[in-house]
């Protein structure tokens, strides 16, 4: 045993050997520069109840203060482009749905919108309307679990509870309009998968009238608390310069006071006929964008009742039976599945049905080669998908333009020269969600 | 296989066509997009933006920078030489009547064997918005596997750092300047660019007289 070591000696004594632990040389290690007694490295996620999902930081800090904030992603990778390249263009619905998981009917519908924008068609008008209403309910959830979120991060535990609570009424909506509550896969190529279900009208709207009482619950609860408003007020602050510059969009860029929504300045789905404001807070900090989440959520009920209004019967998915999908759903004794009449007709009674069911099934259809983009306003900002195809069965390439992604990169910018507690609000305030950050 | 065209159908070799299609001659991907230019007038404001990022730039910059010009399904794409796309991004970004503030989107394409013949398989494309006047434009740029170099457009869009990271991580496209070329969605110590289509594919082994399952790419399939 060597004694060298200057910071953990020994000495041989009569009672047996002693060793002896001194404090580390810190200024040998660091040099002595003032600001680095305080400066401190903490890694903070990924998996921090307080990071938003699976999210890395690592702060820098001198004191309570964030003097360099940085981002690790990528723990939530699942290859989801590349696997879509390996299915037909019908079964890359159910990955991109994945993806964003809070937000699964934008990503069915944007991609729908990229691939009918490749193939050259248009869907029925009662699937616009319908997709409009579903992608309406799916904001309102998503916002809602924003805001449970934000709540349970800044510590105000009830707004978690209660934000769960009335996103469950939606989710039980969509349960029953799609077949489940996240992950849908209910917007397809050409339509949708398969038409409203009977009585669901009359639960949409009867939920319409039970949400202004319980949004108004929200207000009462977090938005007049004085620990709250201080919590939010002018943190995570970006004005229109920095959100632009980042690539930010959605309540972040509105909160900033542009009034910048997909929906209004690039009309997708007939958005440009419902009548509906567009929420703009002045703040730029994490208060605006919690106001205009809230005032969201009105607004989305309000086009939801006008996509009620203006429901009229007819087909939900393309007359082409080159691309629209065969299977004729219908709710059987043991589920879901093929309508007994459908499978009658191409088991029993057409040959040619049965091919073209099953070469529309295993192949699927061809979309000529060509590249677009199309993005819709999610309810993080702007969804854009780039999709490719060469021609073939298959998508040939599909990038998707995740808000939450180009989103996070401002975390930097919200956070540095903060205090530590207002990183969480900040990045609360952006409403990630790791599933389309790391796709 | 090479060229921009394919003929039959579903990929079959090796026994006799029974679809009924086999007389089938489809693009290759990139093909249509490699091979075609539209003509002037674009349509729309397609000339009015081409107008001004040539008055922007200067026309013999404009020349020297743009291959092609391709309109499809109501959007536009240049297709540029990397040695111009930083003065074209700043023109694009900075000018008056162009104004297209935001970059949306960065993603890399592998359009693997269908190159062309100078083997530009690996294509940048970036999607520029313009608030001001409501406009969306794409830019693609092509480098070959072995000389994967783009300049870095963070100096221009801050935004783009993120996407560059990601396409450098999936493409291995390598883009100089960029702040901190790091890998972004795939752990650190990876080896390979998992979005290329050579990237070599798993199979699943499964505990039955030594089967395994066959990577995605190599089973039977309608291509």
């Known amino acids: 045993m060597t004694t060298t070591d200057p910071y953990a000696g020994s000495r041989e004594t009569t009672e047996g050997r002693v060793y002896t632990v001194t404090g580390g040389d810190w200024d040998l290690t660091f040099g002595s520069d003032p600001l680095a007694e305080e400066r401190l490295v903490v890694n903070m996620g990924p998996q921090h109840p307080s990071t938003h999902g699976v999210l890395r930081l690592v702060l820098d800090l001198e004191g309570e203060t964030v003097t360099k904030a940085r981002v690790v992603i990528g723990y939530l990778h699942t290859g989801i482009e590349k696997n879509v390249e390996y299915r037909t263009w019908t079964q890359g619905t159910t990955f991109v749905t994945r993806m964003d998981y809070l937000a699964p009917l934008f990503n069915e519908t944007a991609y729908c919108l990229a691939v009918e924008k490749l193939l050259g068609i248009e869907v029925p008008e009662r699937a616009t309307t319908i997709r409009v209403l579903v992608m309406e309910l799916n904001r309102i959830a998503s916002h809602l679990v924003g805001l449970a979120t934000f709540g349970m991060e800044m510590g105000a535990l009830t707004g978690m509870t209660n934000g769960f609570r009335e996103r469950e009424l939606v989710l039980d909506l969509l349960e029953e309009i799609t077949g489940l509550r996240m992950n849908h896969a209910y917007v397809r190529p050409g339509g949708l998968a398969q038409d409203l279900p009977e009585g669901i009208e009359a639960k949409i709207r009867e939920w319409l009238t039970i949400m202004p009482e319980r949004v108004a619950g929200f207000h009462r609860l977090l938005t007049g608390q004085p620990i709250w408003q201080r919590r939010l007020r002018d943190v995570g602050y970006l004005d229109v310069t920095g959100c632009v510059a980042l690539g930010v969009t959605g309540p972040i860029l509105r909160s900033a006071g542009l009034p910048w929504d997909l929906r209004k300045v690039e009309p997708y789905c007939g958005y440009e006929t419902y009548d509906f404001e567009v929420p703009t807070a002045d703040t730029a900090d994490a208060w605006g964008r919690y106001l205009v989440r809230m005032a969201e959520v009105n607004e989305s009920m309000k086009i939801i009742e006008q996509a009620l209004d203006r429901l009229r019967p007819g087909p939900v998915m393309v007359e082409d039976k080159k691309i629209a999908w065969p299977a004729q759903l219908s709710l059987g004794a043991d589920g879901m599945g093929n309508s007994l009449d459908h499978v009658k007709h191409i088991m029993g009674q057409s040959m040619e049905a049965l091919i073209h069911h099953f070469k529309l099934v295993t192949e699927g259809f061809r979309v000529p080669a060509g590249q677009v983009y199309q993005a819709i306003e999610s309810p993080r900002g702007e969804l854009g998908f780039h999709v490719v195809s060469d021609g073939g069965t298959r998508p040939f390439r599909v990038h998707v333009r995740d808000p939450s992604f180009v989103n996070l990169q401002a975390t930097a910018a919200m956070s540095e020269g903060g205090m530590i507690a207002d990183v969480i609000a900040a990045i609360a305030s952006i409403d990630p969600v790791m599933g389309g950050v790391d796709r | ?223």
Do not use: N
């Open chain 2, 1 to 223: 296989m090479t060229g921009p065209f394919r003929t039959g159908a579903f990929g079959v070799t090796g026994s006799g066509d029974t679809s009924g299609f086999g007389g089938l001659v489809r693009v290759e991907p990139g093909g249509a997009v490699a091979l075609h230019s539209t003509d002037r007038p674009y349509g729309g404001w397609f000339d009015e933006v081409a107008d001004a990022l040539a008055d922007a730039v200067g026309h013999d910059v404009y020349d020297a920078a743009v291959r092609r010009v391709l309109v499809d399904r109501g959007e536009i794409t240049w297709f540029v030489h990397r040695e111009h796309l930083l003065v074209l991004l700043q023109a694009l970004r900075d000018d008056d009547a162009l104004r297209f503030e935001l970059c949306s989107s960065v993603s890399g394409v592998d359009y693997h064997d269908s190159g062309g013949p100078t083997g530009e398989r690996l294509h940048v494309v970036l999607h520029l918005t313009s608030m001001t006047y409501r406009r969306r434009i794409r830019l693609e740029v092509a480098v070959t596997a072995a000389d994967p170099h783009v300049p870095s457009a963070t100096r221009v869009y801050p935004t783009s750092d993120w996407h560059e990271r990601e396409c450098f991580d999936m493409f291995g496209v390598v883009f100089d300047g960029h702040p901190a070329l790091t890998r972004i969605l795939m752990p650190d110590d990876w080896d390979g660019h998992p979005q290329r289509k050579d990237y070599p594919l798993g199979g699943v082994p499964v505990e039955y007289h030594d089967a395994t399952i066959p990577p995605p790419d190599e089973r039977r399939s309608y291509r």
